[in-house]
C-alpha cells in the first residue's frame, strides 16, 4: 500500500510569491494534517481537516490556508511568501477524528525554500 | 505561553535502556500523549500512545502519572538505529486548544 504523498519535495520561491503544497493521504484515511518544521526545530501543527471539515488550526497567519477534497487529497497554500516561511511542510493522514488523537502517518515532506 | 519540554539532548550506549521524558503542564483533559521519532530528512514515525498509566507496544513503554502534566518514553536495549529525534506531542489547553510539539530530544546511541 502506498503511504502518504506530497509533491512537490523541494521547491524555491521568491518573497511575495504564492506557493501550493499537495498531499494524498492513506487509503482509507479521512484525516489529513499540515505541519511546518524549521531546520532544527519540531514541527508547529497548522491545520487538521477531517471530512472536508477544519477540526483544528494552529498559531500561523491568515496567509496561510488549507482545503481538503473529496477524495481526502489536501492542498496547503501560502501567500505573500516570507524568508521566515522557509521550512519542511509535513503532511500526516490518520483514522482520527480530532488533532490530538490517533497514530499519525507522515509523508517524506515538501521542502520550501524562500529567496 | 503553553508548551512542552524536553532534554535537548541524550546519550547512551547499545544495550542499555533509555528513558526520556516531557512535561506538559496545560495538557487538554481529553487528549492523549504520542510520542513520535524522527530521522534526518524524513518524516517522524510513531512510537507509542498512551492517556494514563502505562501503555507497552514492541518497541517502547510509555508512563504517564495520575497528573498527566509529564510521560516518559522508555527505549529498552537501545542500539544504534535508535539514533534518532525523539518528540512528545499533546493537546494543550490555554486560552484555546493547541496541538505542541516538543522540540525534541537528540537521542546518541555509541557502542
Known amino acids: 500500500d502506498a503511504g502518504v504523498t506530497q509533491s512537490p519535495t523541494h521547491l524555491i520561491k521568491t518573497r511575495g510569491q504564492h506557493v501550493t503544497l499537495r498531499c494524498s493521504p492513506i487509503?482509507?484515511?479521512?484525516?489529513v494534517s499540515w505541519y511546518q518544521q524549521v531546520l532544527g526545530q519540531g514541527p508547529q501543527f497548522i491545520f487538521q481537516?477531517?471530512?472536508?471539515?477544519?477540526?483544528g488550526r494552529g498559531n500561523f497567519p491568515d496567509r496561510f490556508s488549507a482545503r481538503q477534497f473529496p477524495n481526502y487529497s489536501s492542498e496547503l497554500n501560502v501567500n505573500a511568501l516570507l524568508l521566515g516561511d522557509s521550512a519542511l511542510y509535513l503532511c500526516?493522514?490518520?483514522?482520527?477524528?480530532?488533532?490530538?488523537?490517533?497514530?499519525?502517518?507522515f509523508g517524506e515532506g515538501s521542502r520550501l525554500t524562500v529567496l | 505561553l503553553a508548551k512542552t519540554t524536553q532534554p535537548i539532548s541524550m546519550d547512551s550506549y547499545e544495550g542499555q535502556e533509555v528513558n526520556i521524558t516531557c512535561s506538559h503542564n496545560?495538557?487538554?483533559?481529553?487528549?492523549?500523549i504520542t510520542w513520535y521519532q524522527q530521522f534526518p530528512s524524513q518524516g517522524p514515525r510513531f512510537i507509542i500512545q498512551?492517556?494514563?498509566?502505562?501503555v507497552t507496544n514492541e518497541v517502547a513503554s510509555l508512563f504517564i502519572p495520575a497528573d498527566r502534566k509529564s510521560s516518559t518514553l522508555s527505549l529498552p536495549r537501545v542500539s544504534l538505529s535508535d539514533t534518532a529525534v525523539y518528540y512528545c506531542?499533546?493537546?494543550?489547553?490555554?486560552?484555546?486548544?493547541?496541538?505542541?510539539w516538543g522540540a525534541g530530544t537528540k537521542l546518541i546511541i555509541k557502542p
Open positions: 506531542l499533546v493537546g494543550i489547553m490555554d486560552s484555546n486548544y493547541q496541538l505542541i
Open positions: 496545560n495538557i487538554a483533559t481529553n487528549d492523549y
Open positions: 487509503s482509507g484515511h479521512k484525516s
Open positions: 500526516a493522514s490518520s483514522f482520527a477524528r480530532g488533532p490530538g488523537t490517533g497514530e499519525l502517518f
Open positions: 481537516y477531517y471530512e472536508k471539515e477544519e477540526r
Open positions: 498512551g492517556y494514563k498509566t502505562k
